[in-house]
């Protein structure tokens, strides 16, 4: 299953893509402003154009697994991209993938980097392997 990872920020929210098999995670691009109209346009084209067949959306939880603002404000922006979308979009625990994109030398940009992490924590939860 090809799925398609969005590290949401009200500025910039980096975007992956996995392989069709849904095995393998790469960075793909950093969608500006994504919560707005423009923005979320741009998204449903990636997921057409990518042939996403789920969305995962970081969901970050305080370190206490609580939702705090920023939560509440992904999950608000999870409801308008599920509106504009027949792909599931789901969202997923994100709490370290900024910092392993930190830590991550690369010429992507840190927000795709940051998506890249998620995703793969999210395949490697959904095939049942160790991440």
């Known amino acids: 299953m090809k799925v398609l990872a969005l590290d949401y920020g009200r500025a910039r929210t980096g975007v992956a893509v996995s392989d069709p098999t849904g095995t393998v995670a790469r960075p793909l691009c950093v969608v500006e402003c994504a919560g707005t109209d423009d923005g979320l346009a741009r998204l449903t084209q990636l997921i057409a154009e990518e042939a996403a067949e789920r969305v995962v959306v970081g969901l970050p939880?305080?370190?206490?697994?609580?939702?705090?603002?920023?939560?509440?404000?992904?999950?608000t922006f999870v409801e308008a991209l599920s509106v504009r979308t027949d792909v599931p979009v789901v969202t997923f625990d994100e709490r370290f993938t900024t910092d392993l994109a930190e830590r991550t030398p690369s010429r992507t940009s840190e927000d795709a980097r940051a998506a890249a992490h998620l995703l793969s924590s999210y395949l490697a939860w959904s095939s049942g392997a160790p991440a």
């Not at 206490?64 to 939560?71: C, F, I, K, L, N």
């Open 61 to 75: 939880l305080t370190l206490r697994g609580e939702r705090g603002e920023q939560a509440l404000e992904t999950e």
